[in-house]
Structure formats: C-alpha cells, structure tokens
C-alpha cells in the first residue's frame, strides 16, 4: 500500500555505526490491481521513511476515543496497547484539569471530564492530551464530537450535517504526491475562503499533515481507504478482486491500516472502503470489521447501491430528477429490487462525487442546493474535484506548461480528465468555484417588501462573529453605505431586517440601482482576516419590468405571402415587413431583419450548444453517467451524450413558420422546428410588444411527445453583423 504506513521490526538488522536501508518498488504487483485509481500513475516512495529508536517503556498504539454527551458533557474512553513495563501510564488534558493514573492495562478505563465545548467544521476546538509512560510521552489533540444517524439524518453534536464538500487528491504541479507542509495549509485555507466544510479524500487516506490541519482549520472529513479497481470496469467487472478470495486479506489488511493510523483524528466523521471498486464479499468485510472496531463512526462505498453493508446511500452523478426521486423517497433506485430499494431508503443520502469539474463546469450547483434545502434526507456532496493535476513540464523551445494525459508518450492515459478541478494547477480558482461559494454561503439574504430577511444555514456556529454591510450602488457607484444591525441568530433561525428608505431607493430616469448586503468576518480567524466575505446578495432596486405570458387575444391574422414551389422564402424582400417599434419582422418567414436599423437574423429556438469533453465520453470512461437521463450503473456501456444529440438531430434544426398575427399591442409569431431525419419537433411563440423605444420578446416552446434525451441547451440565437461593436 504506496499511502498506507508500513512498519518493519529491524532491531535484530541493525548493527553498531553505520547501517543502510536499502528499498526496491516494484512499480507493477499484485497490489496494482488495489490501486487502480483515475489519477497519474508516479510510482516511487513519496510518503516518509523514518527510523525509529523506541524507549523502553514505550507506547506502542494509544486512542483517546472521545464523545460528548449533552447532559454530562465531554467523555474519553483510552485504549492503551504497551507492555508491562510502560505502566503506570497517566492521560493528562491540562486545559481540563484532567489526570487520570492507570497502574497496569487492566485497569485503563474511560472518565468523563466535564463541561467542553464540543469540536466542530465550524468551531473546531481542540484540547491537548498527554499520554506519559515510563519510557516516552504521547501528545494528541482532543475534539469532542458526537457523530449519529438517527433514521436517515446523519449528525454531528445532535445537528443534521449538509456536506458542501470537494474531492481531494494529493498533487503538485513540480512536487508530485510529495507532501509540503506550507502547502498543504494553503491549499486548505483557500477551502475554507472558498465555502468548503467538508473534504472526502479521494481516494486514499491522506498525508497525516492534512488531517491534523483539519482537525485544526475545521473540516468533516471522509477518509478513504487505498483502494480502488477502476481498470476491471473494461471488462465488465470479470475477475474483480473485490469478490475474489484471494484479495480478502489485502481488503481487510488496507482499511485495518486507514483505520488504526487515523482514528484519533475528530475531522474524521465517516470511514470510506475505497472508490470504484465494483462490489464483493471482500468489501462487505471491510465494512464489517470497521464496524467492530469503531462502532461510533459509519461506513461509506458508493458502490454498495443496495446499501447491503454500508451505513449511508452515496451515488456519483445523480441527476436533478432522481436527486429530487430520492430525496422523496419514491421511484426506482439503481441497482435495486423494490425490498433493496426499501432498505436504501432508510439511510441518509450523500453525493460522493458531483458537479464535474472539468472545461467550463461545473454547473447546477444551485440546483443540488435547492433539492438538499427541500428533502431532508440529502445531506449534499463532494465537487469533483478540488483541484487540477497538471504537471509542468515544457515544450520543445523551452515554453512551460500544464501537461496532462499523453503529454508524456504514456499509452495508456485519460487525456485531459486530469485536468478537471476548480483550482488551476498554479492556484488560480475557476469562475466556478465563485458560484460554488454562493450556492454554499451558510446565510441566506433575501428581498422582502420592507428590507431584508436573514437566515442561518450554519451547524454549530450563531452568527456574532459576522458584520452585516450594505452598499447602495447607482449605475455601478457607492451612493449609501450601512451596517445593519442584524440580531444573532442560532444554526437554522431567521429574522427580518427593515432597511431605511433611502438605503432602497430606486434610481432616477435610465439609470439602474443596486443594493449589495455582505456578511463580513467581525474579526480575525485562523484562515481569514476581518472583512472577509462569507456570504453575499445583490438586489435590484428598479429591476426591469417582467413580461406576462398570455394568451394571444383575437385580432386579425397578417398573410403571409407563399412563394413559388411552396414554404418560406429564404431571402424575402426586405419590403415584405411587419413593424414592431424599432423591430422589423419578415412578414413571410417570422424572422426578425433589422432592429433599430441594424441588420441582423432570428431569434429562433436553438436546442445546440458545444460538447464538452464530458458530453464526448461514454459510460465506460471516467465519468460514470453520460446523459443525466440515464440512470446506468457504471461500467454499462453506452452512447455519449453528444452522439445522442447528434442522432436525434439536435445540431441540424428545420425552422418552418406556421403562423403570423397582429394581436392589439403584441405580434405573435409562430413556428414549428423539427429534428433533422426525425418525426420529432417543438412548437414555439414569440411575442413582440414595444414599449417606446425598446421591445419586449417573450418565446415559449412546446415539445412535441416523444423526446427521449436531453437537450444541450434551450434558447433562442440572433445573429448580429461582424461590425456590431456596441
């Protein structure tokens, strides 16, 4: 296990002076089946290697299990593994006042300790502990959380937990997996800046340096085990080791290693088996035995659909419909018979891979959002993922780039889908990690009629710590600024703010007001400085007016002239118009000629947009579902999106007029589009309606019956001329 500790007993190797070690990596065995994660392969030791002189009276393991009951308060229960000759052993909390002999292993026992404040993502609150034996001194630092799933809420301190969580590999663009400590607290204070409570570390434990930052910064964490048999997804799971006996001691053997090294850490609030390993016996004793061993924390794999021996249901990619199916509790489920789907239904329900970061993605955070606020049993999900893994490399003139897959003559690559993170490899965020930390602000701020409402969104924390300010912006300048006197207010509570008139002012005559409210740190934290913004809205003062949609009402139809040989003609005269204001519609083809004198084309309905590379990819590649549509297990191949779209025609639409009529103020113009090669189409209104010098155009589309895919995009396109600048 290349992430996993190793330890080897060489006190009998040894000899007086000057000794060598000596390791050979084998860069293909056995175990690369176990670690075949989607990722660069770099092979080598990239973990330290350490060797240890041990005290007499040594401690060989300790763990300081904490809990806190909120009718007793805090509890440790200490497991302490040393021979005889390490005793008396005293756990010391020096903050607490806290010492506790144990004159031999028999007579280790738990002790409560009072009155603590409970440990956190958002107050992380850590109490030194001193474990002393004859030989040596252990320190550890304490967190005391309570972690529980009552029915499907999973909770931390008796709070349900939402996870606004990223995936987290460990990569440098120079270093590598090479751990750097100063890094790795950047990387991890960026997080927090950026609204993320929650890291899963996918797909193998971390260096411990960052769970010790996170219990220190605050994060729930989801540890993973080192493992994952992605390549066995090419052939259709035959062979996989996850259900071949003669992996079980390697299965139990990686997460008994996950486990034992990071079990004092109270960021870690879920156990992970692994990622993309199909299903099998082997993991269903994994499960098992971490169950023994920590009963106070649950079990994750997301392959485990049936939710036979996990503790939580986890899916990658869900879509908006099946997201809302199972925050409902109602519709099939993947994978399941209706009884499995029964039992699923009881767990709590968590995306461990969501929202694909890659090219212009990813979108539809808020959607998730809104579906996480409306069912209870969702307890959000992790982006994929936090960050991209380019390596730099240079070109042939000595030019410095982010190479990704087959940029170094590998065979065997996934292109660019390394290259999938909401940071760039030299830190620079995407525009999307900004939509991220909107989405997942943990204050909402809204309009009401006499000011503002303020809600909560946090677990732990009320809201003393944050200032409210407001800026009143008029064509895109400061004009009023304000503290709002905002009431503190517990995880979940609201209040209503009535803000002064003049703060709400509209603006005068064309120019356009704005009202933007930020929550702002009142202080100093450990990973931002006072002014800091964690949430934000911005609200318009005099916003357009919003068009109704009606009916068309009766007026009489203009006649279209038809040319000869039937249809529309494409290039009418120009003369063959029906004004709109400063609109000219073609009176025989509907489209739209000239606005304000300018020449241009449309608007008509466009169902096309650009694939993405993730559009381009089918079932068998790295992302799991290739049309939100579909619900397919991975490894169950499949067309790509794009090749769908394709198919059904949705590149090469047929635009035919099938009406035209002046209604009082509006004219209403109607077509019907059809899919190249296909019986299928959408009906469309666009209504004109001029207001002085502007226009209004509102476009409603009907789909005929029968669509089976998503649509790429729905809007309308008008063509402007080259020139058009401003």
């Given amino acids: 296990g290349s992430r996993l500790v190793s330890e080897f007993d060489v006190t009998d190797l040894v000899v007086p002076g000057e000794n060598v070690i000596a390791v050979r990596v084998h860069q293909w065995s056995s175990m690369t089946y176990l670690e075949d994660q989607d990722q660069w392969w770099l092979p080598g030791i990239f973990r330290d290697v350490t060797l240890l002189a041990r005290p007499r009276g040594a401690i060989d393991d300790v763990w300081l299990q904490t809990d806190l009951d909120p009718a007793t308060g805090g509890s440790v229960t200490p497991e302490i593994v040393a021979a005889d000759a390490a005793f008396p052993v005293t756990v010391e909390i020096p903050e607490l006042q806290v010492s506790r002999i144990f004159a031999s292993a028999a007579e280790v026992a738990g002790f409560g300790v009072g009155a603590v404040d409970g440990w956190s993502a958002e107050t992380p609150r850590l109490y030194e502990a001193h474990v002393r034996s004859a030989g040596e001194t252990v320190t550890l630092q304490l967190g005391f959380r309570r972690v529980q799933i009552e029915g499907d809420i999973f909770s931390v301190n008796g709070t349900q937990v939402i996870f606004a969580g990223m995936n987290r590999h460990e990569t440098h663009p120079v270093r590598g997996r090479m751990f750097d400590a100063d890094h790795a607290r950047a990387d991890l204070v960026h997080m927090k800046r950026a609204g993320v409570n929650a890291i899963r570390t996918s797909h193998y434990?971390?260096?411990?340096?960052?769970?010790?930052?996170?219990?220190?910064?605050?994060f729930w964490v989801v540890d993973e085990c080192d493992l994952e048999t992605h390549g066995f997804v090419f052939l259709d799971w035959l062979g996989n080791p996850s259900d071949d006996p003669r992996f079980g001691d390697a299965y139990l053997d990686r997460i008994e290693r996950t486990v034992e090294r990071d079990k004092n850490h109270p960021s870690i609030v879920i156990w992970s088996l692994g990622n993309e390993a199909g299903t099998g016996a082997n993991l269903a004793a994994m499960a098992n035995w971490v169950r023994r061993r920590d009963p106070a924390r649950p079990v994750h794999y997301e392959g485990d659909y049936t939710g036979a021996y996990t503790d939580v249901y986890s899916r990658m990619y869900p879509n908006f419909a099946e997201t809302a199916a199972i925050g409902g509790q109602s519709g099939p489920l993947l994978g399941c018979t209706a009884a499995e789907g029964q039992r699923v239904r009881t767990k709590p329900f968590l995306m461990c891979e969501f929202a694909h970061a890659m090219g212009n993605g990813p979108g539809g955070m808020k959607l998730y959002d809104d579906l996480v606020e409306r069912f209870p049993r969702l307890h959000g999900g992790f982006i994929w993922e936090w960050r991209d893994h380019g390596l730099l490399t240079h070109t042939a003139d000595g030019t410095p780039f982010y190479g990704y897959g087959g940029d170094f003559g590998e065979v065997v690559h996934d292109g660019n889908f390394v290259m999938d993170g909401m940071i760039r490899p030299d830190e620079t965020p995407m525009p999307s990690l900004a939509e991220f930390t909107v989405v997942n602000q943990p204050v909402v701020l809204s309009q009401t009629p006499d000011g503002l409402t303020v809600r909560s969104r946090y677990h732990t924390l009320r809201t003393d710590h944050l200032r409210f300010l407001a800026v009143r912006e008029v064509d895109g300048h400061p004009a009023d600024e304000l503290e709002l006197e905002v009431a503190s207010l517990a995880p979940g509570e609201s209040t209503g703010v009535t803000l002064p008139a003049a703060l709400v002012a509209s603006a005068s005559g064309s120019s356009e007001a704005w009202l933007t409210v930020t929550a702002v740190l009142a202080q100093d934290a450990p990973w931002a400085a006072?002014?800091?913004?964690?949430?934000?809205?911005?609200?318009?003062?005099?916003?357009?007016?919003?068009?109704?949609?009606?009916?068309?009402?009766?007026?009489?139809?203009?006649?279209?002239?038809?040319?000869?040989?039937?249809?529309?003609?494409?290039?009418?005269?120009?003369?063959?118009?029906?004004?709109?204001?400063?609109?000219?519609?073609?009176?025989?083809?509907?489209?739209?000629?000239?606005?304000?004198?300018?020449?241009?084309?449309?608007?008509?309905?466009?169902?096309?947009?650009?694939?993405?590379?993730?559009?381009?990819?089918?079932?068998?590649?790295?992302?799991?579902?290739?049309?939100p549509d579909e619900t397919r297990g991975e490894g169950v191949p499949g067309p790509s999106s794009e090749a769908r779209w394709r198919e059904r025609g949705l590149d090469r639409l047929v635009h035919r007029l099938t009406g035209l009529q002046r209604v009082g103020d509006e004219v209403v113009v109607t077509h019907r589009v059809s899919a190249a090669n296909s019986g299928l189409f959408v009906d469309t209104v666009q209504r004109w309606r001029a207001e002085g010098s502007e226009v209004t155009l509102v476009v409603e589309a009907v789909p005929s019956p029968g669509w089976d895919c998503t649509w790429p995009r729905v809007g309308v396109r008008l063509g402007l001329p080259a020139a058009l600048r401003e």
Avoid at 210 to 218: F, I, K, P, Q, T
Avoid at 568 to 579: D, E, F, M, R, V
Avoid at 586 to 600: F, K, N, S
């Fill in 530 to 627: 006072a002014g800091h913004v964690v949430a934000i809205q911005q609200l318009a003062l005099n916003p357009a007016p919003t068009p109704t949609l009606g009916h068309p009402r009766a007026g009489a139809p203009v006649t279209a002239v038809e040319p000869a040989g039937g249809g529309a003609s494409p290039n009418p005269p120009i003369s063959s118009t029906l004004t709109v204001g400063p609109v000219e519609l073609d009176a025989i083809t509907g489209r739209l000629r000239r606005l304000h004198g300018v020449e241009v084309d449309g608007p008509q309905l466009e169902l096309w947009r650009g694939p993405t590379d993730n559009d381009r990819s089918d079932s068998r590649g790295s992302f799991e579902l290739s049309d």
């Fill in 205 to 218: 434990p971390p260096h411990p340096g960052v769970l010790e930052l996170a219990d220190e910064l605050g």
